[in-house]
């Protein structure tokens, strides 16, 4: 069709760079749309918010502020790699690469619900993904199968975990530092608060006992088919139930690892590391599996970032098209 814009008020350089060809996705706060780069036919994955919609005037652009921030850090072969960024002043555009086998949501779909072997592979480079994310003081807080991402149609693949809209970035809060000066005047409630106060990483364990359950069970583990509790009150009692005709195979150390993440202390629950060391990760084979996959991703371009940080990469706009 004409060389000119699919899609109204798009950054004139982006149009003249690529060809928008259809939506693969809609995220909370925006939508996913596949694009082809006109010089190399190279297929990648555009995601725009625009600065207006909800949650609030204000909140969509620091959103998208902070998740451009995280993706401009962020280098793991399990977590999506972005390949340029464009604004206007009405949205934002992300240009990341292109997961071919889409979202784990639509695999568990298709196939009811995943083989153990296969949940164990793809769980423990999710496990990876988010203790890298927490090492960097970076909270995903919105893990679910729609924003994890298979790299193939083959069942033994990567996996990348994407979309950094809701995710919050640690950094020093004055209450952390009021709790290292002396205490002698300080409150009760500076402390007592504390334990409570804002988001910890503990939410993302709790997501992947939720990810790891729909994995196995084909079913998200707090539903509307629970006659007696709400969702709400389900997930704050931790109620919750493997029911048998879709547990029968799986194994007791897999339910076992899910218990300790679905618990509803977060002081109690399973950390990153806690779950990397449970027996049913302890599994040589997979691992060997997992880690040829991450480390044949890795030996791929190198990603933007390393590239500029080797200093030899000119920013993305200007670069000439990659082989
Ligand atoms: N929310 C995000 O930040 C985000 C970021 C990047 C994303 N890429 C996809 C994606 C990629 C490939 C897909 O293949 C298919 C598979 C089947 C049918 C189809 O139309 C596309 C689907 C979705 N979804 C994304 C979401």
């Known amino acids: 069709d004409k060389m000119g814009d699919d ?15 259809r939506k693969i996705g809609t995220g909370v706060c925006g939508e996913v749309k596949l694009a082809i780069e006109k010089e190399t036919c190279k297929k990648v994955a555009l ?30 072969p399990c977590l999506i790699k972005t390949e340029d960024f464009y604004q206007t002043e009405d949205s934002y ?54 924003n994890v991402l298979l790299a193939s149609h083959d069942d033994i693949c990567l996996i990348k975990i994407t979309d950094f809209n ?3 970035i640690l950094e020093e809060s004055s209450l952390m ?29 709790w997501s992947l006992g939720v990810l790891l359950f729909i994995c ?6 707090f539903n509307t088919e629970c006659s007696t509790m709400s969702v709400r009150e389900q997930i704050i009692n931790g109620h919750y139930r493997f029911i048998p005709s879709q547990w029968k195979k799986v194994s007791n150390e897999a339910k076992d690892l899910i218990k300790k993440l679905l618990v509803v202390d977060p ?18 084979e997979m691992r060997n599996n997992a880690n040829q996959l991450m480390q044949l991703e890795t030996a791929k371009i190198p990603a933007q970032k390393r590239k500029a940080e080797e200093g030899e990469g000119e920013p ?8």
Not at 316 to 323: N, T
Request: with cysteine.
């Open 7 to 21: 899609q109204p008020n798009l950054p004139l350089e982006f149009s003249k760079k690529y060809h928008i060809a």
């Open 47 to 76: 995601k725009t918010i625009n600065k207006h919609d909800f949650p609030s005037i204000g909140t969509a652009t620091r959103n998208a502020e902070r998740e451009i921030e995280i993706l401009k850090k962020i280098d793991h």
């Open 93 to 146: 555009y992300i240009v990341l690469e292109y997961v071919e086998g889409g979202e784990l949501f639509g695999r568990i779909k298709a196939k009811k619900q995943l083989e153990e072997e296969i949940a164990k592979l793809y769980f423990y480079q999710m496990l990876k993904a988010v203790e890298y994310l927490h090492n960097n003081g970076i909270i995903h807080r919105d893990l679910k199968p729609e």
């Open 166 to 168: 809701q995710s919050k």
């Open 177 to 205: 530092k009021t709790l290292c000066g002396t205490p002698t005047y300080l409150a009760p409630e500076v402390f007592t608060h504390a334990a409570t106060v804002g988001y910890t990483k503990a939410v993302d364990y």
């Open 216 to 221: 196995l069970g084909g079913y998200p583990p």
């Open 267 to 284: 002081e109690k629950r399973l950390s990153v590391e806690e779950a990397l060391a449970h027996p049913w990760l302890k599994d040589d």
């Open 316 to 323: 993305p706009s200007k670069r000439k098209p990659g082989p």
